[in-house]
């Protein structure tokens, strides 16, 4: 089975700094992909970003970057220029192709706040 | 991406009742699913629903509890039957995105459920 695994419950960082969200995830699986979602208070869920497992170039969009590292299993989530929009919890997702759709596997998620 | 809009988006409920939520998205897709979100807690995949069969479970999850209907390609509705405060949770609808074996899942804006 495949675990996605957030360590890090909340973090704070101030507005226009970088903050960094850590994921890990644990398959046996070859071909997958990788996702960052956010879910602010109103609750709907918006992908920040993905990243194909074959690819070795880091996704990155706008202020959002990942470092993907197949071997260790890390996909970790690089915010720049932190802005007031960006506080919401974050979550990790694994995704697989079994037979007929995608499954997803959602890590527990990070508490990100930033400060003015 | 595609459209998807949740009815109710919050209700408080009596316990021992049952409560449908109805999920309604703008194209037709395939594999319609649903997840459930615990308080501070991360997404957790209920069942996964295709059109014309009956849905496929999640562990822990089981048909009388939770039955699902798939009328069409663009409906479905997820009842939670005989509440109890445990069942409070926000109940997320969701469906693959078209286009590859890599896309995204796209989600509703969530159903808060409080169950007193």
């Known amino acids: 089975a495949q675990t996605v695994t957030q360590s890090q419950p909340e973090m704070s960082v101030q507005e226009a700094e970088t903050v960094t969200l850590s994921c890990t995830y644990d398959t046996s699986e070859n071909n997958y992909y990788l996702f960052w979602y956010k879910q602010p208070p109103s609750r709907q869920m918006i992908l920040v970003i993905r990243q194909e497992a074959?690819?070795?170039?880091?996704?990155?969009?706008?202020?959002?970057?990942?470092?993907?590292?197949?071997?260790?299993?890390?996909f970790s989530l690089k915010i720049s220029d932190?802005?007031?929009?960006?506080?919401?919890?974050?979550?990790?997702?694994?995704?697989?192709h079994t037979g007929n759709f995608n499954k997803f596997y959602f890590g527990s998620g990070t508490k990100l706040n930033v400060k003015p | 991406s595609a459209v998807i809009s949740q009815k109710p988006s919050r209700d408080i409920c009596q316990r021992g009742t049952s409560l449908t939520i109805q999920c309604q998205v703008d194209s037709q897709v395939t594999m319609m699913f649903w997840y459930r979100q615990q308080p501070g807690q991360s997404l957790t995949l209920i069942a996964t629903a295709n059109q014309g069969s009956e849905a496929t479970y999640e562990s822990g999850f089981v048909i009388d509890k939770f039955p699902i209907s798939r009328p069409n390609l663009t409906f479905s509705t997820l009842t939670v039957s005989n509440m109890s405060p445990e069942d409070s949770s926000i109940?997320?609808?969701?469906?693959?995105?078209?286009?590859?074996?890599?896309?995204?899942?796209?989600?509703?804006?969530?159903?808060r459920l409080s169950i007193l």
């Open chain 1, 82 to 96: 932190s802005q007031l929009g960006d506080t919401a919890m974050y979550f990790c997702a694994f995704m697989k």
């Open chain 1, 54 to 74: 074959y690819k070795q170039q880091n996704a990155t969009e706008n202020r959002f970057s990942v470092n993907f590292q197949k071997a260790a299993k890390s």
């Open chain 2, 91 to 111: 109940y997320l609808c969701s469906v693959s995105g078209t286009g590859g074996s890599n896309q995204p899942q796209h989600f509703g804006d969530g159903t």
